[in-house]
């Protein structure tokens, strides 16, 4: 039996599963999602280069 849990909800249902496979997915997206974020300060530049000049 896994340790870890995921939260996930879609208004106004939650759900708190420990199924190992639907928590091993949930992780595996979360990780490419934060590999592909931008620093805070790599954020604020793009952001005020779409505010233009």
Do not use: C, K, W
């Not at 091993?24 to 620093?39: E, I």
């Amino acid at each position: 039996m896994s340790r870890e849990a995921v939260y996930f909800e879609n208004h106004p249902v939650f759900t708190l599963s420990e199924d190992e496979e639907t928590v091993l997915r949930y992780s595996l997206v979360l990780g490419g999602l934060l590999s592909q974020a931008l620093s805070e300060e790599e954020s604020r530049a793009f952001i005020a280069s779409l505010a233009g000049p």
